[in-house]
Structure formats: structure tokens, C-alpha cells
């Protein structure tokens, strides 16, 4: 009998490929924000909105795969707190992937301008145009953001460690270097 | 015979209306609109006009007499959000600081029938005037009557955008105008 330590290539693919427009869309927010009025600012807005929804599509079909699929067991070695730990920022990180598109999608009905995905398809806006919840939503969104920061940072270090320092084969997991097999 | 005077006087008066059409003088300001409609990355923003005045002269049997001038205060846009009302002050925009108002003055009024008219006229905005004829119907009302028209406005005919922002792919240049005037007879 031999078990895969590895996620399915789904998941694989959904994991770096999510990580990658997140890494696009969070300093593309910081950045497009701090920009004057111009045709370029708004370009940007709209991308960024784009990327985000994209996001959350990915993100809804991860969650999916993941309530279907048994991910591959944590290496013997590792005590409760950081099993507890691991599944608790990955709860958190699956909860954000979703939340934060949604609370920009929601900020944009409230500032009065309709989200166009990819200037094609148009989301319903799920809220009235209304300065104030538009400026706690933008809060909002800006919260999730930099608690997905601090979230994201515990959970590299967290598989960094694991791999370098107590040197389990842990990025194979998902899917870096050759595929392991127990 | 005070019950005959009487009953004259109020037939009289009933017949009044139909004797001379009134005349619509006076315009209801809180029941008039301007709201315009425009694609900024392909997606409507909606805004308006808070302040603006009328005066117009209306006469429903007489339509080839009637006139309106409108003058729209540039300075209470509402252009979809804070940062697009005060962008749209500057001189790539309205330039409020030399042209404060917009100013719409009819020419001539055609009856087209159905209670809907032509109204021609001259739109001038920063500086630069353009004939156009606007659609207009007439809705006549138990207090007040109203007049409700619309077209589309190109803004680059008026230098509205300019430079960066003439760019029509991020800010179309067609610009969906629709107004509402509500008048009463004098
Ligand atoms: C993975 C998804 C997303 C990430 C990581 C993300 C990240 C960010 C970040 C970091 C900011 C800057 C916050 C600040 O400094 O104030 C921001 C701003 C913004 N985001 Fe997102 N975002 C995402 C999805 C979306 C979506 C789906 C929308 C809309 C449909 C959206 C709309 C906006 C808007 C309009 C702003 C500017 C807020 C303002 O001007 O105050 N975002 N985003």
C-alpha cells in the first residue's frame, strides 16, 4: 500500500494558481487606492476587480474539491497545537479567499459602481449606492486584506519551517519537487 | 336674482379652461430633475444636476410660441462619487472656474404630434455652443404638467475630457441626458 503525500493536481493547481492572483490583486489594491483621478486609475480599478472575482470563482471551486477530497495526512511528527494550529489558518485562509472578493464586490454595488467581470459579464449589485456603507465596506475589505497578510505569512513560514528545519518533505505537498510516496 | 348671478359666475369659471389653454409659466424646481447617464470601463455611472433654473413658456395650443431656457450650476454635480465631483471642476473637464454654468436656450418648438415636440435649441458649455434638437413630451397633470425629454450629448463636442481623459475607451463619449420639468400654469 502506498499513500500520495501529496494533494490532487485540483488542488494543486487551484492552491498556486488562487496564490498567484492574490499576490497580483493585494499590491495592485494598496496601489491603484493611493493613485489621483485618471483614466489609468480607473483601469486599474477595474482589473483589479476582475482578478478579485476571479478569485472567488477559484476559490468557491477550491472549497468544493476540498469538502469532496481527503487532503493527504500531516507528517507523524507534528504535536496537536500546530495540527489545531494548521487546520485553524487554513480554515481562516478558505473563509478569506471568500470573504474579501465578496466584501469588494459589495463595496463597489455601495459606491456606485457596478462590478463587469472582465467587461463582459455584469454582477447584480447586492446592495444600494450609499456613501456611508460604501466607506465601512471599503474598511472592511481593507481589514480582511491585512488580516489575510498576517494569515499568509504565518502559513509560509509555518510550511518553510517544516521543510527546512525539521526537514520533512513538506512542499512536496503541494506539489514542489518529485512526488513523494509513503 | 343674486341666485342667478351666482349661478353664472360659476358657470363662468367652468368654462374658463377650455376658453383659454393655460399657460405654463412657473416651474417647480423641487419636482424638476437633470440626470445623466455615462460608461466609465463599460460600466453605467449614473450622477445629475442639483441646482438648476427654468424659465419657459408653455402653451399647448400655441407650441410654435413656446420657448425655455435653461441654466444648470455646474458646481452641484453629482458626477457618481466625491473624487469624479471635484475631478470634474478642473480645466481638463468643465473648467468651473471660467465657464460655471451650462446653458440651454430653445430656438423653436415643433408640435410632432401625441403631445410630443421638437424642441431646438442651442447647449452651450465651456465655451462652446451646438444646435440640437430634444425630444420632448408633454404629460399634462391635474396640478402640474411635465415635460420630460432626453438625448444623448457627445462630450468631447464640448471639450469635456480632454487630454488623458479623452480617451473614449475608459470614459465613453456619448453621455445619455434625461431631464424632467415640472410647471404649472400661470
Ligand atoms: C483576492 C481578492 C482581492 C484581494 C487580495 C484584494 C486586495 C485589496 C487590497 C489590499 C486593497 C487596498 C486596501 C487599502 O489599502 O485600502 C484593495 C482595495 C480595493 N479593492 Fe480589493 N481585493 C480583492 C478583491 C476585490 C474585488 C472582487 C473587488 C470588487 C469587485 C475589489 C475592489 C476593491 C476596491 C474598489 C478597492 C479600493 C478601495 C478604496 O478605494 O477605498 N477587490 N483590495
Known amino acids: 500500500m502506498s499513500r500520495a503525500l501529496r494533494y490532487s493536481t485540483p488542488a494543486i493547481a487551484l492552491h498556486w494558481l488562487i496564490a498567484l492572483l492574490i499576490f497580483v490583486a493585494f499590491p495592485l489594491g494598496v496601489y491603484m487606492h493611493e493613485l489621483p483621478l485618471s483614466p489609468d486609475k480607473l483601469k486599474l480599478y477595474s482589473y483589479h476587480k476582475w482578478i478579485g472575482i476571479t478569485v472567488l470563482v477559484l476559490a468557491a471551486i477550491r472549497v468544493s474539491w476540498r469538502m469532496t ?16 494550529a494548521s487546520s485553524a489558518v487554513h480554515g481562516l485562509l478558505y473563509l478569506l479567499m471568500v470573504a474579501i472578493p465578496v466584501s469588494g464586490w459589495l463595496m463597489s454595488s455601495a459606491k456606485g459602481f457596478q462590478t463587469v467581470w472582465f467587461g463582459v459579464l455584469p454582477l447584480p449589485d447586492l446592495v444600494e449606492k450609499s456613501r456611508e456603507l460604501g466607506d465601512l465596506l471599503a474598511g472592511v475589505h481593507k481589514a480582511l486584506n491585512f488580516t489575510l497578510l498576517g494569515l499568509v505569512i504565518l502559513h509560509v513560514g509555518a510550511a518553510l519551517q517544516h521543510h527546512f528545519i525539521e526537514r520533512q518533505p513538506f512542499l512536496q505537498r503541494m506539489g514542489w519537487g518529485k512526488k513523494e510516496r509513503a | 336674482m343674486t341666485r342667478h348671478l351666482t349661478l353664472f359666475a360659476l358657470l363662468a369659471a367652468l368654462a374658463a379652461p377650455a376658453a383659454h389653454a393655460v399657460e405654463y409659466r412657473t416651474v417647480l424646481p423641487k419636482q424638476s430633475t437633470i440626470h445623466f447617464e455615462f460608461r466609465q470601463m ?33 458646481a452641484s454635480i453629482d458626477a457618481g462619487s466625491p473624487e469624479a465631483d471635484d475631478e470634474s471642476a478642473g480645466k481638463l473637464w468643465f473648467d468651473r472656474g471660467a465657464y460655471p454654468k451650462a446653458i440651454f436656450v430653445s430656438s423653436q418648438i415643433r408640435a410632432v404630434g401625441n403631445n410630443r415636440y421638437e424642441m431646438h435649441g442651442t447647449l452651450t458649455l465651456k465655451g462652446r455652443s451646438r444646435d440640437m434638437v430634444v425630444p420632448v413630451a408633454y404629460v399634462p397633470g391635474k396640478n402640474a404638467a411635465t415635460f420630460d425629454g432626453g438625448f444623448v450629448l457627445k462630450r468631447l ?29 400661470s
Open chain 1, 69 to 84: 477530497h481527503t487532503p493527504p495526512p500531516l507528517p507523524a511528527g507534528m504535536v496537536a497545537w500546530q495540527r489545531h
Open chain 2, 42 to 74: 463599460g460600466v453605467p455611472v449614473k450622477g445629475g444636476f442639483k441646482r438648476f433654473t427654468t424659465q419657459m413658456a408653455f402653451d399647448p395650443a400655441r407650441p410654435e410660441a413656446a420657448r425655455a431656457r435653461i441654466e444648470i450650476d455646474l
Open chain 2, 157 to 185: 463636442d464640448f471639450g469635456i475630457g480632454e487630454g488623458m481623459w479623452a480617451d473614449v475607451a475608459t470614459v465613453a463619449n456619448e453621455v445619455k441626458v434625461k431631464f424632467r420639468i415640472a410647471a404649472t400654469g
